[in-house]
């Protein structure tokens, strides 16, 4: 794999140098072979450690994983296969990067989340859009489209018995409890 002059003098350049793909395929088998779910963590220790000081990591994994093993700091289980790589991983870089790269990754993920949650809240907005848009395809009003599709949920809820049945069979309807002229 050819390396630029300034990954060439430094042997801790990190994965820069190395092209993302090779990142990507090292990421994705380093997750499948130990089995790790927070691929976000381990590709950034991929590229703060460069492909091959990762490979060595995992190596050293599976030479510790066919041992003993490390215990966790209470000592009462070994660690995951995935915690093991990320312990020989700190080792390699040293704590403090490490705990700034794993301070970093968990902000990302925050941000994901986030972006998650706001993106679910703009698609239930995104409903009354499309029924507006469908109510324009029709000719109806789109406030009587978006009022249908909101007023739905709300009305059922509005009442306990909603769409229970009484002791004749039928079924109960939502009262509004307001008078007729309001």
Known sequence: RPLDAAAAASPNKKAKADDSAAVDA?????CEELKESNQGLVRAVV??????K????LTKTHETEKGD???TAE?????TPGGVFFHHA???????TYNALCSAEHKRQKRERAAAKEAAANASDGEAAAAAAAAAATGEPAEAAAAETEDVPAKAAESDTAGETNDQGETAAASDDKPADA
Do not use: P, W
């Open 26 to 30: 090292l990421t994705s088998r380093i």
């Open 47 to 52: 590229e703060q450690l460069g492909c091959d």
């Open 54 to 57: 990762a490979e060595e990591a």
């Open 69 to 71: 093993g490390v215990m």
């Open 75 to 79: 000592g009462d289980r070994r660690k």
């Open 90 to 96: 700190r080792e390699a870089m040293g704590r403090a």
